[in-house]
């Protein structure tokens, strides 16, 4: 079993829909926890990190981290096409290097007009 | 430059022949690292560069894959006597800093080479 689960998707839905992205992980020892973005044929773009548990908010995406659950998520709000893409979760712990970070395998999101 | 460069982009090799992936990080990135990326999954850590010095190789799949950085800027990835199972995506990635734990430094990724092996 990997360290860190994603809801495979794919997910597709209308513009302007909230969309709710997943991840679940098992190692206690993750602390930090990010999120990027992958479009079709380019490399990863982080979007945003937090650390420990709580919630994170930056305009459209609102991260959140229940350490208690082992459980993360990604909301976006108002969703464009632009934001059709894939998003990948990523973790790692307190004295491991950010470069080392456990990702899951993404989940593919089409936001149709 | 203005982002971090890898070519080729695209590679076919025939299975036993040697390849080298060349990446470019952002000038003055202290940082480099290099995954694995293969189909519908995501990246896995091969390798991390402080300067030029390969601080952790503990990703790299098998002594068929090296890393250097020789003047602490650009980076090759070499992959002897490439096999099918070696068919993936191989990113770069730069930061500005000496990652330790996570301190918000952004990692910037290429695009990556796209490796396949027939």
């Known amino acids: 079993q990997k360290e860190v689960e994603q809801d495979p998707g794919p997910l597709s839905v209308p513009e302007g829909a909230i969309v709710s992205l997943n991840c679940t992980y098992s190692n206690s020892a993750f602390q930090y926890f990010m999120w990027y973005r992958q479009y079709s044929r380019k490399g990863p773009e982080l979007l945003m990190y937090t650390y420990s548990s709580g919630n994170k908010e930056d305009g459209r995406f609102t991260a959140q981290v229940d350490k208690s659950s082992k459980y993360i998520s990604l909301f976006i709000r108002d969703s464009q096409p632009s934001d059709s893409a894939t998003y990948l979760c990523?973790?790692?712990?307190?004295?491991?290097?950010?470069?080392?970070?456990?990702f899951g395998d993404g989940t593919t999101l089409t936001v149709k007009p | 430059g203005a982002g971090v460069s890898q070519s080729p982009r695209y590679k076919v090799a025939k299975r036993g022949q040697d390849v080298a992936l060349r990446c470019d990080p952002i000038s003055g990135h202290v940082s480099l690292f290099w995954y694995q990326q293969a189909l519908g999954q995501g990246p896995e850590f091969l390798t991390y560069?402080?300067?030029?010095?390969?601080?952790?190789k503990s990703g790299l799949p098998s002594d068929r894959f090296f890393a250097e950085r020789p003047e602490g800027s650009v980076s090759t990835l070499k992959i002897q006597r490439t096999q099918q199972e070696d068919s993936a995506v191989y990113l770069c990635?730069?930061?500005?800093?000496?990652?330790?734990?996570?301190?918000?430094?952004?990692?910037?990724f290429g695009e990556g080479s796209w490796l396949t092996v027939v």
């Open positions: 990523a973790m790692s712990a307190r004295n491991t290097n950010a470069g080392k970070s456990t």
């Open positions: 990635a730069s930061s500005l800093v000496v990652q330790g734990p996570f301190l918000g430094n952004t990692i910037y």
């Open positions: 560069f402080q300067n030029e010095a390969q601080l952790d």
